[in-house]
């Protein structure tokens, strides 16, 4: 039961690039979630999802996109990395509304 | 903008004391709520669901509810050096939002 996986796990980049982060969840959730966290804010939402096709914006979304071609898959794209990005990113998915989300391991994401 | 606040901490409690950790959140339709347990670098890890008022216990683990006060707690009996922590609580709103909103967390320390 491989359930939700985030690849990389670290990365590291220089300001202007552009990085995809993944996110594969085998459970065929509806919901799917994208957070960063960073000292001080705790989990701040940046997008999520109801379904594949469906995304919307959290707290944080500019300079973020996404995309949700398949249910399993809820990649995150920074069109042009900045350094105030420099974050912990954590995927999450759960399988109706009313249910608690499981997180993947997240990723650990340095802009230089 | 809907809040979910706790105290930072450190709440710091000896190995074998009850460790009592708050929440309280701002939307009244609030239905579903959670309690998560974050070591250092690690993923938020969920421990606790509670729908209803009342308490709800889960082995050395009790979450209470109480709606009309707008306030969600967890207990921690016989407190060990494993669950030093942080504990986030969240909060699912009610009607079509399917957002979970996350408090900041309380930082744990079981002291052997």
């Known amino acids: 039961d491989a359930g939700i996986t985030q690849s990389p796990r670290y990365k590291i980049t220089e300001t202007g690039r552009q990085v995809t982060l993944m996110c594969h969840q085998t459970w065929s959730h509806s919901y799917m979630f994208w957070y960063r966290q960073d000292l001080g804010h705790g989990l701040r939402l940046i997008y999520y999802s109801a379904a594949a096709d469906i995304t919307d914006k959290g707290e944080v979304s500019d300079g973020y996109v996404v995309s949700r071609s398949k249910t399993e898959n809820f990649p995150l794209t920074l069109e042009s990395a900045t350094r105030s990005q420099t974050s912990v990113y954590f995927c999450?998915?759960?399988?109706?509304?009313?249910?608690?989300?499981?997180f993947g391991d997240g990723t650990r994401l340095s802009i230089l | 903008q809907k809040e979910v606040e706790q105290n930072s901490g450190p709440l710091s409690v000896p190995e074998g004391a009850i460790a009592s950790l708050n929440c309280t959140y701002s939307d009244r339709v609030s239905q579903s709520f959670f309690w998560y347990r974050q070591y250092s670098g690690k993923s938020p890890e969920l421990i606790m669901s509670i729908y209803s008022n009342g308490d709800k216990e889960d082995g050395r683990f009790t979450a209470q509810l109480n709606k009309a006060s707008q306030y969600v707690s967890l207990l921690i009996r016989d407190s060990q050096p494993s669950d030093s922590a942080t504990y986030l609580c969240?909060?699912?709103?009610?009607?079509?939002?399917?957002?979970?909103?996350f408090g900041k967390g309380t930082l744990l320390t079981v002291n052997p």
């Open positions: 969240a909060v699912l709103g009610g009607g079509s939002n399917y957002k979970l909103t």
């Open positions: 999450a998915s759960r399988p109706d509304r009313d249910q608690p989300q499981h």
